[in-house]
C-alpha cells in the first residue's frame, strides 16, 4: 500500500509541477526485501515533464496505484473476514 501510496504522490506531483521550470520529474524505484515485502522510493529524473507522454504516464501511473490500493485493502479486508470466521468456529 505504500507503495501505491508513493506512486500517487509521484504522478500527482508531477501533474502539479507540469509547466513550472525546471522541474524535475519523479518516478517511484521499488525493489523487493529479504522478507519478501516490497520497497519503493520516490528519485528525480532527468525526464522532460511538460510532454503528453508524461501527462499520460502520469494518469496511467495515478491509476494503476489507486486499483492496486484498492487490491490491498480487499486482502486486508478478506483476511479479517478470515479469521473472524476462524474464530467463531473456535468458540
Known sequence: MHAAMQR???AASNTANRETAGFQRREVVQS????????ARIVRTDARNDTTSAAVSDVVDA???AHDFAANTAVFRAREDALGTLFDALA
Not at 526485501?33 to 520497497?39: I, K, L, N
Request: charged fraction near 15%.
Open 8 to 10: 500517487m504522490q509521484a
Open 32 to 39: 523487493e526485501t529479504p522478507d519478501g515485502g516490497v520497497q
Open 63 to 65: 491509476h494503476q496505484a
